[in-house]
């Protein structure tokens, strides 16, 4: 009984202090170079950085589009953003009225010299809203995609790129993409969306 009683006591201070915890891994930003904006009809295209656009931080730790941010596993870049109602690609979805598609197009690298890793960002991202709304990854939606972002495993040095589709509102406002980069940290990469 009393043993129960510490090791209770004890996984409880650890996830006080994890909660409370405020530390950040360092992150890092590179230059991404990106293509011209291509626009088709029915969507609208979020910013997309150019050749002379140098990428700086908006606010404290959120990053622009195109700009690249790491720690000692893996880079990050959300190359692109786009909204639209409708994905008929590899299949099709259709978003409810009211509601869209934001569609993060991304990049991630393992820059691990020997180890390889496992990434899932279907359970790793979300899009939040500025009223604090979470907006998961819609996995049919994604499948629909032609470049739909492919769960795997990284070898060192491997990158892979691919799209995300989250349902939104139309109506949404200031919405951020978030990767969880460290799940007992707390630890997200931030990037402004729209």
């Known amino acids: 009984m009393k043993r129960t009683f510490v090791i209770c006591i004890i996984l409880l201070s650890l996830i006080i202090m994890g909660c409370t915890s405020n530390t950040n891994s360092p992150v890092q930003q590179e230059k991404q170079p990106s293509d011209s904006d291509v626009q ?20 404290q730790g959120v990053m622009k589009m195109g700009t690249t941010t ?9 190359n692109s953003v786009k909204f639209i109602s409708k994905i008929d690609e590899a299949n099709t979805a ?9 569609v993060v197009d991304i990049t991630i690298e393992n820059i691990q010299p ?10 790793l991202t979300v899009v939040k809203a500025n009223d604090g709304t979470n ?3 819609d996995v049919k939606a994604t499948s629909a995609l032609t470049n739909g972002y492919k769960i795997g495993n990284f070898e060192p040095g491997e990158k892979k790129e691919g799209e995300l589709a989250y349902l939104v509102p139309k109506n949404a406002e200031h919405l951020q993409w978030i990767y969880k980069l460290d799940l007992a940290a707390g630890t997200n990469i931030v990037y402004q969306v729209k």
Do not use: C, H, L
């Open 114 to 123: 020997k180890d390889n890793i496992q990434i899932n960002a279907n359970m």
């Open 94 to 102: 259709a978003a409810p009225d009211g509601e869209e598609f934001a």
């Open 70 to 78: 790491s720690n000692s596993k893996i880079k990050i870049t959300v």
């Open 40 to 59: 088709a009809p029915d969507e609208k295209q979020v910013q997309k950085p150019t050749e002379n656009t140098v990428p700086e931080p908006i606010g």
């Open 135 to 137: 907006y998961p990854v």
